[in-house]
């Protein structure tokens, strides 16, 4: 209250949002309850001042009205009616945001969306799941307690998906989960005018493949990375990126086609084979090891001292989509 006082937010968003607001058109409450039926639809000054505010600092600024839709075709028409009408639109979650999204300062809907719930479709094989916007993350873990699978983003409050995926939530495993965005594989949107995207175009379900994360030491590292390119343009398999004193193989292909898994096997093999035996490096074995291919030896293998240090190579599973 006091922060309120000295920046003057209070009585400035007091009168934003009395001043700036339109009334409802005639009979737009009534075309709201066509879509989604009478109890679906709230005017009651109670619940308007629910959905006005979350936890943040702002003061409470009520909707015109609330409506749970339960479908996508519902909101579809929901958004339709209010784009032609000129009304605003608010999303609701569960009401824990920070940022204020969801104080309707021009009054407006609120798409009240708890009550799109349902949990559609869970692949363990492609370690995906597909969620209504009313998921919370602790309903979706609890729905993936025993299948060793876990969605990581904690945000602490039990907030909608769609909440997060709004605000790009942070995380308190960020460190090692990062944050909402990258678990994403795609979204559906209503826009505006009541069509609906889809932020990934349908297609094949996500591939599988295996990474390669190889942690050496710094001094070795050019000379590794020399040779594991001229391994990964011979295998034809690999994409993948440098960091600090590692890098990663990304090793793509259908679990179907073993010709291909064979082959990445073998590659795994000799990439392996070589980064627990440093000295291979060091002294430019690895090139005579596997045999005169017309070049010598690179010198960045005879720069280290280093004494041969063993080295792990971490295997996992990752998905991508096309």
């Given amino acids: ?68 839709p339960q479908a996508v075709g519902q909101v579809q028409e929901l958004a339709a009616l209010c784009y032609r009408c000129r009304v605003p639109m608010v999303p609701f979650g569960t009401g824990t945001g920070l940022e204020g999204g969801v104080n309707a300062v021009q009054g407006g809907v609120c798409f009240d969306l708890s009550r799109m719930d349902a949990i559609a479709e869970l692949s363990l094989e492609d370690f995906s799941v597909t969620v209504e916007p009313g998921v ?42 990062s944050t909402m965005q990258p678990h994403m594989l795609n979204l559906g949107v209503v826009l505006p005018d009541g069509s609906l995207l889809h932020t990934t175009s349908p297609g094949p379900r996500p591939a599988r493949g295996c990474s390669t994360d190889i942690c050496v030491p710094t001094s070795c590292l050019p000379a590794m990375v020399v040779e594991t390119k001229r391994d990964t343009q011979d295998s034809g398999l690999t994409v993948g990126h440098i960091g ?30 070589s980064e627990t035996n440093p000295g291979l490096w060091m002294e430019g074995g690895r090139n005579k090891r596997k045999g005169d291919d017309g070049h010598s030896p690179s010198p960045l293998y005879q720069q280290s001292s280093s004494p041969p240090v063993h080295m792990g190579v971490s295997m996992y599973m990752f998905i991508y989509t096309r």
Avoid at 12 to 23: E, N, T
Avoid at 137 to 157: E, I, Q
Avoid at 257 to 270: G, N, P, S, V
């Fill in 1 to 68: 209250m006091a922060l309120r006082r000295v920046l003057g937010l209070g009585g400035a968003l007091g009168r934003r949002s009395c001043c700036s607001k339109r009334p409802l058109p005639p009979d737009f409450v009534e075309a709201l309850r066509a879509v989604v039926g009478g109890p679906n639809v709230s005017t009651a000054m109670a619940v308007r001042e629910q959905h006005g505010h979350a936890v943040s600092m702002h003061v409470c600024a009520p909707p015109d009205a609330v409506v749970w």
């Fill in 244 to 273: 600090d004193s590692n890098f990663h193989c990304l090793l793509i292909f259908h679990p179907q086609d073993l010709a291909k898994a064979q082959r990445i096997h073998a590659f795994t093999q000799l990439l392996a084979s």
């Fill in 136 to 177: 919370t993350r602790k309903a979706l873990n609890s729905h993936l307690r025993g299948t060793g699978l876990w969605f990581p983003v904690d945000y602490r409050a039990d907030t909608s998906l769609c909440g997060m995926a709004a605000t790009g939530a942070l995380s308190t495993n960020m460190v090692c989960y």
